[in-house]
């Protein structure tokens, strides 16, 4: 999350407004997935969380799983418009490859902040029919929605499948996460969905020798103190109310790998050291 003027009469970054002199979230995440979008800034960045919380690629990676779990079940359940903030880096299958393996005619909206995203974006994502990417901040929910592109694309009579993936982490408790979500909800019919994961440092609750490993937490979130954002972890008590209308389905808020998996299920160690809750709700 970077810097961003709030407000529909924004209209993008230039060049000479895209910071590299600091580490971006976005960025860092595409390092953890093993991408190349990313300057040495986040390199470094990236590496300093991996050599106090070694198993964060392995967060990112379970998290990417969990996206595409829940897109494809959403997907098969008949949903054919989705609004995906915060996207990053694309990295494939994306968010629209993964729903039209399905449906083809499913359109998707992808927004960010981060200048480079929309570089990568319109070389990647928005060459693809019915896709559309919008420069947004998701701390700005009605720039979004009253963005011509969404306008074309999402039809707010029709369900919608909003994807909020590692994203409200990077929002701050004085930001109010809960409002911006209810924002995005009020604009959305019955039968949306809201897809949230959300970074923690409380332990795995079934995992008997679980703990918070404080020294490695602080560590990682004085990594983030650096980054054009700070990472704000929240507790699975936290996380669940910020679903707000959205009835949670089932498993409810889990750690990501346990949410409808299509595998092997990770044991109570690994999951311990998967730092995201995930969870898929309903508008009723």
Same mark, same amino acid.
């Given at each position: 999350?970077?810097?961003?003027?709030?407000?529909?009469?924004?209209?993008?970054?230039?060049?000479?407004?895209?910071?590299?002199?600091?580490?971006?979230?976005?960025?860092?995440?595409?390092?953890?997935?093993?991408?190349?979008?990313?300057?040495?800034?986040?390199?470094?960045?990236?590496?300093?969380?991996?050599?106090?919380?070694?198993?964060?690629?392995?967060?990112? @990676?379970?998290?990417?799983? %969990?996206? #595409?779990?829940?897109?494809?079940? *959403? !997907? +098969?359940?008949?949903?054919?418009?989705?609004? /995906?903030?915060?996207?990053?880096?694309?990295?494939?299958?994306?968010?629209?490859?993964?729903?039209?393996?399905?449906?083809?005619?499913?359109?998707?909206?992808?927004?960010?902040?981060?200048?480079?995203?929309?570089?990568?974006?319109?070389?990647?994502?928005?060459?693809?029919?019915?896709?559309?990417?919008?420069?947004?901040?998701?701390?700005?929910?009605?720039?979004?929605?009253?963005?011509?592109?969404? @306008?074309?694309?999402?039809? %707010?009579? #029709?369900?919608?499948?909003?994807? *909020? !993936? +590692?994203?409200?982490?990077?929002?701050?408790? /004085?930001?109010?996460?809960?409002?911006?979500?209810?924002?995005?909800?009020?604009?959305?019919?019955?039968?949306?969905?809201?897809?949230?994961?959300?970074?923690?440092?409380?332990?795995?609750?079934?995992?008997?020798?679980?703990?918070?490993?404080?020294?490695?937490?602080?560590?990682?979130?004085?990594?983030?103190?650096?980054?054009?954002?700070?990472?704000?972890?929240?507790?699975?008590?936290?996380?669940?109310?910020?679903?707000?209308? %959205?009835?949670?389905?089932?498993?409810?808020?889990?750690?990501?790998?346990?949410?409808?998996?299509?595998?092997?299920?990770?044991?109570?160690?690994?999951?311990?050291?998967?730092?995201?809750?995930?969870?898929?709700?309903?508008?009723?």
């Amino acid at each position: 999350m970077g810097p961003y003027v709030q407000g529909p009469e924004h209209s993008g970054f230039s060049a000479d407004e895209i910071d590299t002199s600091r580490p971006h979230p976005a960025r860092m995440y595409d390092y953890y997935l093993g991408g190349w979008d990313n300057y040495e800034v986040d390199r470094v960045a990236a590496e300093r969380v991996i050599e106090v919380h070694p198993q964060v690629r392995h967060s990112a @990676r379970a998290n990417r799983a %969990f996206l #595409r779990r829940a897109v494809g079940e *959403l !997907v +098969a359940g008949g949903i054919r418009q989705i609004i /995906d903030i915060g996207t990053g880096i694309p990295t494939s299958p994306n968010t629209h490859e993964v729903a039209r393996e399905t449906a083809p005619d499913t359109r998707v909206v992808y927004v960010d902040n981060d200048p480079i995203v929309a570089t990568h974006a319109g070389a990647r994502l928005t060459n693809a029919e019915r896709t559309g990417f919008v420069l947004g901040d998701v701390r700005d929910p009605k720039a979004i929605l009253d963005h011509p592109t969404v @306008r074309e694309l999402i039809d %707010f009579d #029709r369900p919608v499948a909003l994807l *909020l !993936v +590692a994203v409200l982490h990077f929002v701050r408790d /004085d930001e109010d996460p809960a409002a911006l979500v209810a924002t995005l909800a009020e604009a959305l019919p019955a039968g949306s969905h809201l897809v949230l994961s959300h970074a923690t440092g409380e332990p795995y609750e079934a995992y008997a020798e679980g703990r918070t490993d404080v020294q490695a937490r602080d560590g990682v979130i004085n990594v983030y103190k650096s980054a054009t954002a700070t990472l704000n972890l929240r507790s699975k008590a936290e996380i669940e109310p910020l679903f707000g209308p %959205f009835a949670l389905l089932e498993p409810g808020v889990v750690r990501v790998p346990l949410w409808r998996p299509d595998g092997e299920v990770p044991g109570p160690r690994d999951l311990n050291n998967t730092i995201f809750y995930g969870g898929v709700g309903r508008k009723a």
